[in-house]
C-alpha cells in the first residue's frame, strides 16, 4: 500500500488549509484512513481517522478540522479551518485495517506534508 499526501503550506492564524491522501497497490482491507502530525520537540499524534462507521478527533481539533474519506477514489481529506499557530507541524497520513490500528500502530505511512500557520 502506498499513500500519497498533499495539500500542506502556509497559511495565516484562521486560515484554512485541505489536506488530501490517495491510497493506491493492494488496499483490499484498508478500513480506516487518519492523519497524524509531529510538531518540532514534540511526538507524533493522531489528529483524525476514519472508518465506515464515523470519525474521531483529537480534543485540540475538535469543531475545527473535518475529516472526510471517498472510497471510490481511495482518498481521505482533511479540512483544517480556524487554524492556529499551533497546529503547525508536518502531517501525515496512515492507513490501517481498522480504527484500533490506524489509532495505535498504522501499518501504512505516508510522507509527510508541512503545515505552518503565521501570525
Known amino acids: 500500500v502506498q499513500l500519497q499526501a498533499s495539500g500542506g503550506g502556509l497559511v495565516q492564524a484562521g486560515g484554512s488549509l485541505r489536506l488530501s491522501c490517495t491510497a493506491s497497490?493492494?488496499?483490499?482491507?484498508?478500513?480506516?484512513m487518519g492523519w497524524y502530525r509531529q510538531a518540532p520537540g514534540k511526538q507524533r499524534e493522531l489528529v483524525a481517522a476514519?472508518?465506515?462507521?464515523?470519525?474521531t478527533y483529537v480534543d485540540s481539533v475538535k469543531g475545527r478540522f473535518t475529516i472526510s474519506r471517498d472510497n471510490y477514489k481511495n482518498t481521505v481529506s482533511l479540512q483544517m479551518d480556524s487554524l492556529k499557530l499551533e497546529d503547525t507541524a508536518v502531517y501525515f497520513c496512515?492507513?490501517?485495517?481498522?480504527?484500533?490500528?490506524?489509532?495505535?500502530?498504522?501499518?501504512?505511512w505516508g510522507q509527510g506534508t508541512l503545515v505552518t500557520v503565521s501570525s
Open positions: 496512515a492507513a490501517g485495517g481498522s480504527m484500533y490500528a490506524v489509532s495505535t500502530s498504522p501499518p501504512y
Open positions: 476514519i472508518t465506515s462507521t464515523g470519525g
Open positions: 497497490g493492494s488496499i483490499f482491507g484498508i478500513n480506516a
